[in-house]
């Protein structure tokens, strides 16, 4: 019996997971059910696993520490292994294994954003401080997102903070695809991306997306410090060594990531780099820092179409950050931004991600 399955056991079906859960009483998902299930041994469909969407509100809760999130993962895990899973999971899962990336996009291209700016970024090996930025999949390939990395390249240029990159030799951090029940690959990606951290010595890495940030934080067992890159400006702004020109005269609303926020803390960074934006007003959610509404982009989800009985939780956000006259959504995530992006543009609002707002006032 794995450590997951044991704590199972003792679960007392209170429901504090399924009350919190993002998903229970819009979808068939219900968590204190599955648990049940797990428990007593029953069987469980095909599509309900899937549901889940890793935000780690019913973990959190859960009043005994069954960590109904990780059984999710390692019962998915077994529906990996007998080939229970969404052709399309399949299929990232097979991109990934075969590119190191879920969209199987060419590898050699990975550092094709940094090729774009107009900037000369340095492999990590040749930066004296060995401080790596890690992109993320999403980031590297997505046109979309592809400005993110661009837009913290150059504020880090502007503060003078020396980092490097891996270009083609990063993989994908397997966040994703250990939560996608893909265990076997994730060990490989693990093993791939820290015989490159130690081989080139790395001493510190600055993720620009928080699922990458808590996969290396808390799966990867290294040795360096990691940091998602709003922690890196908020640190920059409180020392002085960065500062903004422009003004930002508009009402932003700010959307915290369940997995930067929730799951790690990491709550008043992002708005005191944005409290540093001369002329923005900040506002906030009725559901924020860590009761924030997950967005449903994790947990594998960018991957695989779940059946909704009512509007998406992305739409809820954008309903309520137009009722509010916000004039911009923030996050800082990129899996928020894509979640976000659709029904925002359906209703004529906007999303930015934290670097975008920070580019337009350098």
Known sequence: MSVEASKVLSCIQCGECTGICPESGRT???VRRLIRKKLLHFSVED???????SCGACTIKCPRRVKPSEAIIELRSAFVEDGRVPATVQKALENTMMQRNPWGRSRSKRAAWAEKSDMQIPHVAETKEKRLLFSCCILAYDPRCMVIPVNVARIFRKAGLEFGILGGEEACCGNEIRRMGETGLFEDLVEENKTGFD???VREIITLSPHCMNTLKKEYDLNVKVRHYTEVVAELIGEGRLTFGGSYEKKVIYHD???LGRQNGILDEPRSILHAVQGLQLMEFRQSRKDSL?????????FVEVECTTQRNS???????????????ATACPFCVMTLEDPATDKGQVVREVSEILAEVL
């Open 28 to 30: 068939p998902f219900n």
């Open 47 to 53: 599509g309900l696993p899937w549901y889940c969407t």
């Open 199 to 201: 081989e080139y010595g």
């Open 257 to 259: 990531p369940c997995f």
């Open 294 to 302: 997950c967005c449903e982009g994790g947990g594998g989800r960018m």
């Open 315 to 329: 739409e809820t956000r954008v309903i309520e950050a137009s009722e509010r006259q916000a004039d911009v959504i």
